[in-house]
């Protein structure tokens, strides 16, 4: 039987562009609540505004998700505000296109700081108010990357595979808690993303992409009917198979046809 969506609370981080605007605004669509958080005051601001149009209730948090104070006191008031917090998406995030070679020890800390210990503050903030209602889903945005990594994003996919780590031990840990913990695996999507992460090595486009819907519509989805893993371009789960069984001839295949 699928869970029903209207009227549940969903904080949602790196909400004011790309993947997390698209899923409050698919979010917004199923019946849910929200809130929004983000560094960008005025872009949460006028998403907000379009969406509390179309009768959605919104909160809005422009903070910045590495303070974990803030985080804290944001889970507070969401809790405050709505009497529940169902659903959290850890989708804040930056890239970083270098070699390892070229990467220095502050951009690897920062990425490290966004992409992965603000994932955990926010989990770990969220965590007694959902053991609490006996409930409760945790949607963890990694990235295709966070399962066989790519020439030029050892940083970054190092994150990501982290984040992995985090939620295979979370969600064990949460057996029978009611707490539904989930990874995302999106594969190169049509966002600003790929626009404003510093770049110092490119590579050669090849392969499928996905739109930012395509992603917030399979979140919802596993929203719908739970599951642990989520691959919104569904041929991408075969790429963690393959590389598992078959690591030096993916090695070559990349290699051919990734690099300039």
């Given amino acids: 039987m699928a869970i029903e969506t209207g009227g549940r609370v969903a904080l949602i981080t ?22 929004l958080c983000a560094r960008r005051a005025d872009r949460l601001e006028a998403l907000a505004a379009e969406l509390r149009t179309k ?39 930056r890239g970083l296109a270098a070699t390892l070679e070229d990467t220095t020890p502050e951009e690897l800390r920062a990425l490290f700081e966004l992409n992965l210990v603000a994932t955990v503050t926010a989990t770990q903030a969220v965590l007694p108010l959902m053991r609490r209602q006996g409930r409760g889903h945790i949607l963890n945005v990694s990235s295709v990357v966070g399962r066989r990594s790519l020439p030029g994003r050892a940083a970054y996919a190092a994150t990501k595979f982290a984040m992995v780590a985090v939620s295979e031990s979370l969600r064990l840990e949460l057996r029978g808690s009611g707490i539904h913990v989930s990874l995302v695996y999106p594969i190169y999507t049509l966002t600003e993303f790929h626009d404003v992460e510093p770049k110092r090595f490119r590579l050669r486009r090849a392969g499928p992409v996905q739109t930012a819907d395509q992603v917030a519509r399979a979140m919802l989805r596993c929203l719908r009917r739970p599951r642990a893993e989520v691959y919104p371009y569904r041929p991408a789960r075969l790429l963690a198979g393959f590389a598992a069984v078959f690591p030096g001839l993916l090695d070559r295949m990349m290699g051919r046809v990734l690099t300039r």
Wanted: no cysteine; glycine share 16%; charged share 15%.
């Fill in 55 to 93: 009768g959605t209730e919104v909160a809005v948090h422009p903070i910045d998700v590495t303070d974990a104070a803030a985080v804290r006191g944001m889970v507070g008031a969401v809790a405050a505000r709505f009497g529940a917090l169902d659903v959290l998406v850890n989708n804040a995030g």
């Fill in 14 to 35: 790196g909400a004011s562009a790309g993947i997390g605007a698209a899923t409050a605004r698919v979010f917004a669509g199923a019946g849910m609540r929200l809130a």
